[in-house]
């Protein structure tokens, strides 16, 4: 069965950068592209960007162009998101969510556990 | 990309049915048929419900459908049940590999 493993919690300083793992397991890591998505306290769910586990190619949200960076590693069937400068409304539980079918138009189906980021001096 | 517009709140009594609407641009739901939709409870990851306008993942009640005219488009819910109250968010594809979600609509099963 698809299973998503995330890192844990960060607490973090405003200015530095947070890393979030998310490994994957259960069905071809390649095949799927994999969304990655936060959720503010409170608030409701904003798309991050995508990645191909194939090829490494990216698209990001306009709002976090030049902030945010990610990648995978086809070895350890493991996606990474990097978020840097961060500051308070970074504040989140981020998510890594699969395709629900091999495409790029394929929604977000299978959520990984999520990961509370705290941006607090 | 602005979010998709939902209502803040929906409610229903049991054994009847609610819409939540999802309305976008032709840039989003209008220009794709790749609207999905999610619940989600309080504390937990969301869940897909509908995807590609009204298509259901295996699994998924068939209490729950999906359809969309010109750039809104609509979850339905009939049979209201208990365990149905929660948030309930739409997303859009909105081309070149980007997605939009809506602002999420609180169902309250009274």
């Known amino acids: 069965q698809v299973q998503l493993v995330q890192s844990g919690a960060e607490v973090k300083k405003p200015g530095a950068s947070v890393k979030v793992s998310c490994k994957a397991s259960?069905?071809?890591?390649?095949?799927?592209?994999m969304h990655w998505v936060r959720q503010a306290p409170g608030q409701g769910l904003e798309w991050m960007g995508i990645?191909?586990?194939?090829?490494?190619?990216?698209s990001y949200a306009q709002k976090l162009q030049g902030r945010v960076t990610m990648t995978r590693d086809t070895s350890t069937s493991t996606v990474y998101m990097e978020l840097s400068s961060l500051r308070s409304e970074d504040t989140a539980v981020y998510y890594c969510?699969?395709?629900?079918?091999?495409?790029?138009?394929?929604?977000?189906?299978?959520w990984g556990q999520g990961t509370l980021v705290t941006v607090s001096s | 990309q602005s979010a998709l517009t939902q209502p803040a709140s929906v409610s229903g009594s049991p054994g009847q049915s609610i819409t939540i609407s999802c309305t976008g641009t032709?840039?989003?739901?209008?220009?794709?048929?790749?609207v999905s939709w999610y619940q989600q409870h309080p504390g937990k990851a969301p869940k897909l419900m509908i995807y590609?306008?009204?298509n259901r993942p295996s699994g998924v009640s068939n209490r729950f459908s999906g359809s969309k005219s010109g750039n809104t488009a609509s979850l339905t819910i009939s049979g209201l049940q208990a365990e149905d109250e929660a948030d309930y968010y739409c997303?859009?594809?909105?081309?070149?590999?980007?997605?939009?979600f809506g602002g999420g609509a609180k169902l309250t099963v009274l």
């Open positions: 969510a699969r395709g629900y079918y091999d495409s790029r138009t394929s929604a977000p189906a299978f």
């Open positions: 259960g069905y071809t890591f390649t095949s799927y592209y």
């Open positions: 990645i191909n586990p194939s090829g490494g190619g990216t």
């Open positions: 032709s840039s989003d739901v209008g220009g794709y048929n790749y």
């Open positions: 590609d306008v009204s």
């Open positions: 997303s859009s594809y909105t081309g070149s590999s980007s997605w939009v």
